[in-house]
């Protein structure tokens, strides 16, 4: 089998098989739908492909065969493979241009153009990758407030079926209360019709049963609303606690000035004619900012009031002359109340040197 694979590998790429009377069997069949050879017509291909490649070796002398070989025939020289890449490489490109993205500002989609072409595809998709980031944050919220407006429609829905329910329970507790208000006389019953007894008796014993039953479930019933609502007055009170803070800065600043300003304002709703009990459930937080607003101006208006006036001053008859100090003293009362009223630098100037000369 060693000469066999020797011939195998001697045919110059020539893809051969075995005829089915050599030893081992059928050889592998080489496709193309050759005819399978005996070894002896092998034997004899070799020979003549040995001799055929004997007489096309090159000249000793070094010089070129007149024919190239077959196999390299359709090969073309390493210089044009070259040539062609480098005329590839000086083609003009003719892709599309790639836009800038819309979210550009002016100042880079000025200076896009100048950009290389790598550059713009690297800066396009990593705006549509911040885009798509920002679009897929925009439907996680539309999807959380749809949840939520689900969740608030399903919580109004079932306080209106608990509602309805309520209503049916004590139209139900109601009826039977009625009807269970006057108990029938059972020993004269027992005593005048004994089998009229024991009917009515049972009915009544149901109708006991149910009406304790269906009482029950309107205390439970009653109870579990009163804690819901517990519950939402507590939430609501919290949420204006902390937006009352958030309008009054100050109080959230200092809360020591926040409980003083906080009692002032609780005297103050009290002088205006609301009670404690009213004044307790005032948890609107805008109510709670316009009541501070009149309280301290309550304030202030009474400390204007408490300020003493000043003392008229000296009458000076018509016709009279003012002497030299009177006539400085008048314009400089006047500049200390233009200074006052103005605040200007040069009125302030001038009341000073008003002093000076004094």
Excluded: C
Aim: net charge negative; glycine share 8%; charged share 30%.
């Amino acid at each position: 089998m060693g000469g066999v694979a020797f011939l195998a590998s001697s045919f110059g790429g020539h893809r051969i098989r075995f005829a089915p009377d050599m030893e081992g069997g059928g050889a592998p069949d080489a496709g193309g739908g050759a005819e399978p050879l005996s070894l002896g017509d092998a034997v004899a291909l070799f020979r003549d492909t040995k001799t055929t490649t004997e007489t096309q070796e090159p000249a000793a002398d070094g010089a070129a065969p007149d024919k190239i070989p077959a196999e390299d025939a359709g090969q073309a020289p390493e210089g044009d493979d070259s040539a062609q890449r480098q005329e590839e490489q000086d083609e003009p490109d003719t892709s599309p241009a790639i836009e800038p993205p819309p979210t550009l500002d002016a100042k880079l989609r000025a200076k896009w153009a100048s950009l290389d072409r790598e550059t713009q595809q690297d800066f396009a998709q990593w705006e549509a990758a911040k885009q798509e980031g920002v679009q897929a944050k925009l439907r996680e919220a539309a999807e959380t407030r749809k949840a939520g407006e689900a969740e608030r429609k399903a919580a109004e829905q079932e306080r209106k079926q608990a509602a309805q329910f309520q209503q049916v329970l004590d139209m139900a507790v109601a009826e039977l209360g009625s009807q269970l208000q006057q108990e029938p006389d059972w020993a004269k019953l027992a005593t005048d019709d004994p089998l009229g007894y024991i009917q009515q008796r049972a009915a009544w014993d149901e109708k006991v049963a149910k009406f304790q039953q269906l009482h029950a479930e309107q205390q439970r019933q009653a109870a579990q609303q009163q804690a819901e609502q517990t519950e939402r007055v507590k939430a609501y009170v919290a949420d204006q606690s902390q937006r009352l803070l958030d309008a009054i800065p100050e109080w959230k600043a200092d809360p020591t000035k926040a409980k003083a300003e906080q009692a002032e304002i609780r005297s103050f709703l009290e002088k205006s004619g609301f009670s404690k009990e009213e004044i307790g459930q005032l948890y609107d937080h805008r109510i709670g900012v316009m009541a501070r607003k009149a309280a301290l101006y309550d304030r202030a208006q009474a400390g204007l009031k408490a300020k003493p006036a000043a003392a008229p001053g000296k009458p000076v008859p018509p016709g009279t002359a003012l002497t030299k100090g009177e006539a400085q003293a008048v314009s400089r009362d006047a500049l200390i109340k233009r200074v006052e009223r103005t605040g200007n630098i040069s009125d302030a100037v001038a009341l000073l040197r008003a002093n000076r000369r004094r």
